[in-house]
């Protein structure tokens, strides 16, 4: 089976062109392959197909073998990937994924016909946590939610883009332990189907500084969906403006909320690593 490595903003995944490749077992295949010790090494598994709603789909899979509703930075590598390799002369494409049609918008170098930056329009921020939460006493929405772990309070506010996002706003990220706060987050009796994690730190009300603990995967260099949640919860929070630019361990990604409309945006770069076969 013939695959490529991409990457958006260090988040990087193993893609596979169902046009050209079978998968009977994706979930399994992204554990494998996922391993960064024993297999190619990824945060996870996209499969790029068909689709009769779309122009193409999309499915993603953790590096645990989960799957996954969205990520921003796929879909960024995804549109790249359908444009370069000749799939699509389109700039402008719908993609459907786990959590609906996302549509992309390509940016592309007139003279080596390379794309520079994709925009995928992320849909609406959801807040409402009464479905997430085991509790009877539910809540309509999680504003700086506080929530003890190991006898200390995180604030946390609840943030969905088609996938969930617990965001938490602190200071002096760089210190945190995250291997140890993230996954107790993640799991916590809040979220039945699990969340990802996202840490905070303002600078202004324009930068943000992010590290994220994902669902399946742990600590990841980015997350898409995270850094749009993000923006969001700095936005309802009054700790940022609409549209900010957001710092992470992979580099630095362009976030817009339409408040109106409630529409996010993500805008960042796309790249491949490399090609490669496995047996």
Same mark, same amino acid.
């Given at each position: ?59 993603? =899979?953790?590096?645990?073998? #989960?799957?996954?509703? +969205? ?16 799939? &699509? ?12 049609? @996302?549509? !992309? #918008? !390509? ?20 807040? #409402? ?31 969905? +883009? ?32 699990? &969340? ?13 500084? +992010? ?60 790249? =491949?690593?490399? @090609?490669?076969?496995?047996?």
């Amino acid at each position: 089976m013939k695959f490529e490595k991409m990457h958006g903003a260090g988040n990087d995944y193993i893609y596979v062109n169902l046009f050209e490749e079978r998968v009977d077992d994706p979930a399994l295949l992204s554990r494998r392959l996922s391993d960064r010790h024993f297999g190619v090494g990824s945060d996870g598994l996209v499969l790029i197909g068909p689709d009769e709603e779309g122009d193409f789909s999309m499915k993603m =899979f953790n590096a645990d073998g #989960s799957e996954g509703a +969205m990520c921003g930075n796929a879909a960024r590598c995804v549109g790249k990937y359908l444009y370069e390799r000749g799939l &699509t002369s389109k700039k402008e494409i719908a993609l459907n994924t786990k959590s609906g049609i @996302k549509h !992309l #918008s !390509l940016t592309v170098n007139p003279h080596n016909n390379e794309v520079e930056s994709v925009r995928v329009n992320m849909g609406k921020a959801a807040f #409402s946590a009464s479905d997430l939460l085991r509790s009877q006493v539910m809540l309509p929405e999680m504003i700086d939610y506080p929530v003890e772990i190991d006898g200390q309070e995180y604030y946390v506010t609840f943030v969905s +883009m088609g996938n969930p996002h617990a965001v938490i706003f602190m200071q002096g990220i760089d210190d945190l332990e995250i291997e140890k706060i993230g996954p107790k987050i993640e799991h916590h009796p809040l979220f039945p189907k699990r &969340t990802n994690v996202e840490f905070i730190e303002v600078i202004d009300r324009a930068h943000l500084k +992010m590290r994220v603990w994902e669902r399946g995967s742990g600590e990841t260099m980015a997350c898409g969906s995270g850094a749009c949640a993000s923006l969001v919860a700095g936005v309802i929070t009054d700790r940022c403006d609409p549209k900010a630019l957001l710092r992470l361990k992979g580099g630095i990604l362009d976030v817009e909320w339409e408040k109106d409309n409630n529409q996010v945006f993500l805008i960042g770069d796309a790249h =491949f690593v490399f @090609k490669g076969e496995v047996f």
